[in-house]
């Protein structure tokens, strides 16, 4: 599709093409999708065990949503399980929609067991890969699944069209209930369990035991280019991903086009997606597409495991050959790959900023108070974990929505001083003083004027233990201008800002002891979750809300709460 941008316009101009987009769409053929999706136990086997799993229609993983740019879907859950859930449709804009966003307690108060919520939106100005998982509690361990969105009517790919395409969807599995195990987390403060096998469209693969018959296998033709689209849907790890010897051409990510670079591994954090293009030019034969973690934590336990599928090309039956991968904690790998992204479109960075925060995120450990008892307090030294953003370890309400606070004005709900840097200043990534280690608690939400310009330096901290997190804002999609090791210094580290070319992500990868800086304009009325994408450090409150107010143009309002929006 050609997109003309110009870069002398305003900020507001992202916003007005995707008007002019979405009405050109609305004469054109974009389609409606109506969608059911019945979330339920379903018998799942894997690693030799049968578990009562959490699906959606009884598949796992759940089904692929596959769409134009600029069709409408709606999808009508009901939830027939024993555990509230609610589904979140990753990376979508939901430009003022978002009621239809997802994240339990920020948006909507979850769909309870029995109950039923229909999610409206538009994909507007998106194409490439995203995704759908629940959000709420664990539920996502088994409820996700794929989101492709194709070039709108009558365009194409902005690179030669593929031969074929293929999803693969990583994913991360328990020999457990996976809601007992962050439930006996919760309980005790400790870390919880790692899982026991990575996987690939549901398969473990080769590698691990009883799963040999059903890994998953990638039909490839000799000289053939396929298009395949790789998602992280693992709940607590960034993953390296690779095809032995091939090479990956990457196009996409996030739903965002990229000037093409080859690599040989992808780094993908939970939430992010990457579209390659590999051509079939090796010996016909069989090759393993293998995945494992990217550990970046000094010390702390992993699971190590490698999952696998098999590409194949047409009637090879060959010993598949093994790739090698990385080492768990290759971090200058991980940092080659994330720093080879440029946007391939024009952006249409803000140059001029009206809100610049600084924001520490990263680990801490509570005291418990005298009396608790031991067993609630198994963290290192009788102590809990807890993470936070600027030192508020964020709480979740629970007996109304962000939004419905927002917007109904009720109060009592959030507090909007989230601070715009730091209360303290520090050696960010040094060795952190045990008297900052403790954060306070609170719903606190940082407040925006429509259409204002953001700047924010995500900087990681090494409290307790230092580590790589993947941060998702809901609701938009940032320019990575930069990012980088140690202590974020504006003096000299503004020079190194890409305002050319940044890639448009809806999920940063935070080096680990390090910095990343992004930018958007805040043209999406609602309330948006900002947060780590490793489930682990969500419940331990590494999040914070952004509460965009409403413009004064029609589409720059959020619209009225759907009649069947859950109550809590
Ligand atoms: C977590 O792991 C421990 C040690 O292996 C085990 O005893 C416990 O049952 C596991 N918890 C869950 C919820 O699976
Ligand atoms: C994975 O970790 C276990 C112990 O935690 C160790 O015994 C094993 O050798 C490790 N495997 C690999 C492939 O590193
Ligand atoms: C990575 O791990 C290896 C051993 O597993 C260790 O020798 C090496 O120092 C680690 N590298 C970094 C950068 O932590
Ligand atoms: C736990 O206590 C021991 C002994 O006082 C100390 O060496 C260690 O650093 C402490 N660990 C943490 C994480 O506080
Ligand atoms: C929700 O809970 C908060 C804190 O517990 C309370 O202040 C507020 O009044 C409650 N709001 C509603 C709508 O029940
Ligand atoms: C960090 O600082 C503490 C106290 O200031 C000191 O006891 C400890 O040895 C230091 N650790 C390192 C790795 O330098
Ligand atoms: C966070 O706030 C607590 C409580 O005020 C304080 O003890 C701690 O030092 C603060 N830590 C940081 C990193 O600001
Ligand atoms: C389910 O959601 C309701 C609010 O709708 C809440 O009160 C309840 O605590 C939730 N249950 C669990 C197990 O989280």
């Given at each position: 599709m050609e997109r003309v941008f110009s870069n002398t316009r305003c900020t507001f101009s992202l916003l007005s093409l995707l008007l002019v987009f979405s009405s050109v769409s609305s004469f054109t053929n974009a389609k409606t999708h109506n969608h059911d999706f019945v979330v339920q136990e379903t018998k799942v086997k894997r690693l030799c065990k049968t578990h009562n799993s959490i699906t959606v229609n009884g598949q796992f993983p759940g089904p692929t949503l596959e769409v134009n740019n600029g069709d409408t879907l709606v999808i009508h859950v009901t939830n027939k399980a024993r555990y509230n859930v609610t589904i979140h449709w990753h990376g979508v804009r939901q430009l003022t929609t978002a009621?239809?966003?997802?994240?339990e307690f920020i948006t909507q108060c979850p769909i309870r067991p029995g109950g039923s919520y229909t999610y409206r939106f538009t994909i507007s100005g998106q194409e490439g890969t995203l995704w759908w998982h629940a959000h709420s509690s664990w539920v996502r361990a088994t409820v996700y699944g794929a989101i492709i969105i194709h070039p709108q009517q009558g365009y194409s790919y902005p690179f030669p069209k593929p031969h074929r395409e293929s999803l693969i969807t990583l994913g991360e599995w328990w020999d457990a209930n996976p809601i007992d195990v962050i439930r006996e987390a919760t309980r005790t403060g400790a870390a919880p369990n790692v899982s026991d096998a990575y996987t690939i469209n549901g398969q473990p693969g080769d590698l691990y035991k009883c799963s040999s018959k059903d890994t998953v296998k990638v039909p490839v033709n000799p000289g053939e280019t396929s298009l395949i689209r790789v998602i992280n849907?693992?709940?607590?790890q960034q993953l390296f991903f690779t095809i032995a010897n091939h090479k990956l051409t990457v196009v996409g990510a996030d739903a965002s086009y990229v000037k093409p670079f080859t690599t040989k591994v992808l780094m993908l954090g939970p939430g992010q997606t990457t579209d390659v293009l590999m051509k079939a030019d090796q010996t016909s034969g069989r090759y393993y597409i293998a995945a494992r973690a990217y550990a970046s934590a000094q010390g702390a336990p992993f699971d190590n495991t490698t999952t696998t599928a098999i590409l194949e090309y047409k009637s090879a039956t060959s010993k598949p050959i093994m790739p090698s991968l990385p080492a768990y904690n290759d971090t200058a790998t991980a940092t080659a790959f994330t720093t080879s992204f440029r946007s391939l479109r024009k952006p249409i960075v803000?140059?001029?900023?009206?809100h610049n925060l600084f924001i520490t995120m990263g680990l801490g450990i509570n005291q418990c108070p005298p009396?608790?008892?031991p067993r609630n307090c198994q963290a290192p030294n009788g102590t809990r974990f807890t993470a936070s953003m600027n030192n508020v370890s964020f709480v979740l309400p629970s007996n109304v929505s962000i939004l419905q606070a927002h917007h109904q004005g009720i109060?009592?709900?959030?507090?909007?001083?989230?601070?715009?840097?730091?209360p303290v200043t520090f050696d960010y990534t040094g060795n952190v003083s045990r008297s900052l280690w403790q954060p306070t608690r609170g719903t606190k939400v940082y407040k925006l004027k429509y259409g204002s310009r953001v700047q924010i330096v995500l900087q990681g901290t090494n409290i307790f233990t230092a580590e790589n997190h993947p941060i998702h804002l809901h609701g938009y999609d940032f320019y990575i201008l930069a990012e980088g090791f140690g202590n974020f210094n504006p003096k000299t580290d503004t020079s190194k800002f890409n305002l050319v070319d940044p890639p448009l992500r809806n999920t940063v990868s935070l080096p680990v002891k390090g910095w990343a800086v992004i930018r958007f304009v805040a043209d999406n009325p609602g309330t948006w979750i900002m947060h780590c994408h490793l489930d682990v450090h969500i419940g331990w409150g590494l999040a914070t809300v952004f509460v965009v107010e409403d413009g004064p143009g029609p589409m720059q309002k959020l619209e009225q709460p759907p009649p069947d929006l859950p109550v809590c």
């Amino acid at each position: 599709m050609e997109r003309v941008f110009s870069n002398t316009r305003c900020t507001f101009s992202l916003l007005s093409l995707l008007l002019v987009f979405s009405s050109v769409s609305s004469f054109t053929n974009a389609k409606t999708h109506n969608h059911d999706f019945v979330v339920q136990e379903t018998k799942v086997k894997r690693l030799c065990k049968t578990h009562n799993s959490i699906t959606v229609n009884g598949q796992f993983p759940g089904p692929t949503l596959e769409v134009n740019n600029g069709d409408t879907l709606v999808i009508h859950v009901t939830n027939k399980a024993r555990y509230n859930v609610t589904i979140h449709w990753h990376g979508v804009r939901q430009l003022t929609t978002a009621w239809a966003d997802g994240p339990e307690f920020i948006t909507q108060c979850p769909i309870r067991p029995g109950g039923s919520y229909t999610y409206r939106f538009t994909i507007s100005g998106q194409e490439g890969t995203l995704w759908w998982h629940a959000h709420s509690s664990w539920v996502r361990a088994t409820v996700y699944g794929a989101i492709i969105i194709h070039p709108q009517q009558g365009y194409s790919y902005p690179f030669p069209k593929p031969h074929r395409e293929s999803l693969i969807t990583l994913g991360e599995w328990w020999d457990a209930n996976p809601i007992d195990v962050i439930r006996e987390a919760t309980r005790t403060g400790a870390a919880p369990n790692v899982s026991d096998a990575y996987t690939i469209n549901g398969q473990p693969g080769d590698l691990y035991k009883c799963s040999s018959k059903d890994t998953v296998k990638v039909p490839v033709n000799p000289g053939e280019t396929s298009l395949i689209r790789v998602i992280n849907a693992a709940l607590n790890q960034q993953l390296f991903f690779t095809i032995a010897n091939h090479k990956l051409t990457v196009v996409g990510a996030d739903a965002s086009y990229v000037k093409p670079f080859t690599t040989k591994v992808l780094m993908l954090g939970p939430g992010q997606t990457t579209d390659v293009l590999m051509k079939a030019d090796q010996t016909s034969g069989r090759y393993y597409i293998a995945a494992r973690a990217y550990a970046s934590a000094q010390g702390a336990p992993f699971d190590n495991t490698t999952t696998t599928a098999i590409l194949e090309y047409k009637s090879a039956t060959s010993k598949p050959i093994m790739p090698s991968l990385p080492a768990y904690n290759d971090t200058a790998t991980a940092t080659a790959f994330t720093t080879s992204f440029r946007s391939l479109r024009k952006p249409i960075v803000p140059t001029e900023i009206d809100h610049n925060l600084f924001i520490t995120m990263g680990l801490g450990i509570n005291q418990c108070p005298p009396k608790t008892r031991p067993r609630n307090c198994q963290a290192p030294n009788g102590t809990r974990f807890t993470a936070s953003m600027n030192n508020v370890s964020f709480v979740l309400p629970s007996n109304v929505s962000i939004l419905q606070a927002h917007h109904q004005g009720i109060p009592g709900v959030f507090t909007t001083d989230f601070p715009a840097k730091p209360p303290v200043t520090f050696d960010y990534t040094g060795n952190v003083s045990r008297s900052l280690w403790q954060p306070t608690r609170g719903t606190k939400v940082y407040k925006l004027k429509y259409g204002s310009r953001v700047q924010i330096v995500l900087q990681g901290t090494n409290i307790f233990t230092a580590e790589n997190h993947p941060i998702h804002l809901h609701g938009y999609d940032f320019y990575i201008l930069a990012e980088g090791f140690g202590n974020f210094n504006p003096k000299t580290d503004t020079s190194k800002f890409n305002l050319v070319d940044p890639p448009l992500r809806n999920t940063v990868s935070l080096p680990v002891k390090g910095w990343a800086v992004i930018r958007f304009v805040a043209d999406n009325p609602g309330t948006w979750i900002m947060h780590c994408h490793l489930d682990v450090h969500i419940g331990w409150g590494l999040a914070t809300v952004f509460v965009v107010e409403d413009g004064p143009g029609p589409m720059q309002k959020l619209e009225q709460p759907p009649p069947d929006l859950p109550v809590c």
